[in-house]
């Protein structure tokens, strides 16, 4: 998480003096990271969750965070920001246009905007039993809006307006068992959520998550994709730019 942070901030180039929203802050890793590099009083995040809330402003402080989120329009502080970034937030968002129209609302012309989320066919863990790791793995994407949602992100943020899409991939790799490793904290969170679901008992899900856990050829492996769009400087119409792959400019 530690690399996968790094790796956001060095494709989001925070600089000296910008404004910054960061969407679902979590306990405020990011926004710190943010925050050090525009100066104080200019990093600022929003999310959801209480506890989350009151994390982020002992690191960041009682001014840099509030309590929100995507939930219509209007939602975000007003702007103008020079960028936003969100980070596992809008596969999570049950009405992604909207969110879309309401992060371009509140950037400045020539923002920039950061969306980082996961197509959940892109996990993989060395496994014996594959067609009970099948239904696993179906029965824990019900906790998301959309676990494939990077396949049609380019096309939305076209649609909401913004230009120059860019895409890259950051991957998770964990080839050794660690507890102290994303994929091990995945492991007990997939296990407790999937007990009593599409058929699956609670003696299911732990026989699972004994069958990926405790293998002597530990091996896990995940990608987030990173979005990168603009809002554009000038009128240019919705869906003004085609996309591009692989960090290519449109």
């Given amino acids: 998480m530690a690399a996968q ?15 910054i929203l960061d969407i ?14 525009v100066g104080p009083g200019l990093a600022h995040g929003i999310d959801p969750s209480p506890s989350m809330v009151a994390m982020a402003r002992d690191r960041c402080g009682a001014d840099a ?15 103008p920001f020079d960028a936003v970034v969100s980070t596992q937030v809008l ?16 950037l400045a012309p020539g923002g920039r905007v950061l969306i980082l989320d996961t197509d959940w066919d892109s996990l993989v863990w060395a496994v014996s039993d594959r067609a009970r790791h099948r239904r696993v793995t179906d029965a824990w994407e019900a906790h998301l809006a959309d676990p494939h949602l990077p396949r049609t992100l ?16 950051i991957p998770l790799l964990d080839a050794v ?6 994929s091990a904290g995945l492991l007990d969170m997939i296990t407790r959520f999937v ?10 899900a732990e026989a699972w998550c004994a069958d990926v856990g ?11 994709y990173v979005f990168r769009a603009a809002r554009p400087r000038g009128r240019r119409g919705v869906g003004g730019s085609s996309g591009a792959v692989s960090g290519s400019p449109s």
């Avoid at 965070?65 to 007003?78: K, R, S």
């Avoid at 405790?214 to 987030?224: A, G, K, P, Q, T």
């Fill in 154 to 169: 380019r096309t939305r943020l076209r649609a909401a307006g913004f230009v120059d899409v860019r895409v890259t991939v």
């Fill in 177 to 182: 068992r660690d507890p102290n490793t994303y």
């Fill in 91 to 106: 596969e999570y968002v049950p009405d992604v246009p909207a969110a879309l129209t309401e992060i371009h609302r509140v």
């Fill in 214 to 224: 405790e293998r002597e050829d530990y091996f896990f492996s995940l990608n987030r």
């Fill in 65 to 79: 965070v509030t309590l929100g989120g995507l939930d219509g329009p209007g939602y975000l502080p007003d702007g």
């Fill in 195 to 204: 007990a009593g679901r599409d058929g699956l008992t609670r003696a299911d």
């Fill in 24 to 37: 679902g802050t979590g306990p405020g890793q990011l926004l710190e990271g943010i925050a050090a590099a």
């Fill in 5 to 19: 942070r790094a790796a956001t901030l060095a494709l989001l180039t925070p600089r000296p003096g910008e404004r």
